[in-house]
Every structure is written in C-alpha cells, then in structure tokens.
C-alpha cells in the first residue's frame, strides 16, 4: 500500500512538474508573439490583449482541473483499497 502512494505521489510530482514547464513555455512564446503583433501595428493592441487574455483564462482553468485531478488522485485513490 505504501509503494503505491509513493508511486502516485512521485507521479503527481512529475505530471505537475511538466504541466508547468510547458505552461511557462507556452505563455512565453504568446508573449513574444504578442509583442510582436502588437510592434507590427499598435492600433490592434486593445483587441490583441483581449483575445490573449482570453487564451490566457482558458489556460489557468485547465491548470485548475489539473489541481482538481491531484488531489482526487492524493486524497480519493482507488488503488490504495
């Protein structure tokens, strides 16, 4: 039973891990772009934000399911009965 949180726990760790490398990664190539969209033609920018905060909340509420799912995996583990 204790081989098995342990093995949950450290996939945990890792699923987190990589859900936020690529998270930080993605956000700082929608950066780049959007300065770049917005350097090209700066009457867009109030339309460029818009759409990119709305990718931006899209983004953090997967994040959220994400926590959801970990902590259904810690807490309500099938494995473990």
Known sequence: ??????????CIGVMLGLAF???GIGVGI???????AVGRN???K???VHSI???LIITSVFLLFLFLFC???LFYNPLVA
């Open 71 to 73: 902590f259904f995996l």
């Open 21 to 23: 490398l690529g998270l």
């Open 46 to 48: 109030n339309d460029v």
């Open 42 to 44: 700066p009457e867009t």
């Open 1 to 10: 039973m204790e081989t098995v949180q342990a093995a949950v726990a450290n």
């Open 30 to 36: 929608l950066g780049g772009r959007v300065a770049e």
């Open 53 to 55: 905060m709305t990718i």
